[in-house]
């Protein structure tokens, strides 16, 4: 083959429109040919990467793993689950009077606290509109 036609296969492979029988000849030309102009010394390895991946081979068969988790497993997780809770439920119970009373004022001041901020939102809200009317006062002055 002349670089002139390899020169066409090379652009209708880029642009997607060769058939097989066309890249089939542009993969022994780059296999056979020794000498290359510098711009094509690229497509040797792009095209001689096929010959090479023709050659390895994957097992037929894959080796199952022995599954790690048992039944047992599960069994004694749930009951590493259970006893957690129940060791976190009781330990909520057992607050004293002293701790009983300092959660509930807490509570409390929370709700003080967000009744405090909604009030002052509305304050907020009202000076906004002071702020508008300064700002329309001050551009009918000049």
Not at 92 to 121: R, W
């Amino acid at each position: 083959m002349d670089y002139k036609e390899i020169k066409h296969l090379l652009d209708l492979y880029l642009e997607g429109n060769t058939n097989l029988s066309e890249e089939e000849n542009l993969r022994l030309f780059f296999k056979s040919t020794k000498e290359l102009p510098p711009e094509w010394e690229s497509f040797r390895s792009f095209f001689g990467y096929y010959d090479q991946a023709k050659l390895e081979r994957y097992p037929q068969e894959i080796t199952k793993r022995k599954s790690l988790f048992r039944p047992w497993m599960a069994a004694a997780s749930l009951v590493a689950i259970v006893l957690s809770l129940q060791f976190y439920s009781s330990s909520l119970n057992a607050l004293s009077t002293d701790q009983m009373d300092a959660q509930i004022a807490f509570d409390q001041f929370k709700d003080n606290m967000k009744k405090v901020s909604s009030l002052l939102n509305k304050g907020a809200k009202q000076v906004s509109y002071l702020d508008y009317w300064n700002e329309t006062t001050q551009k009918l002055i000049k």
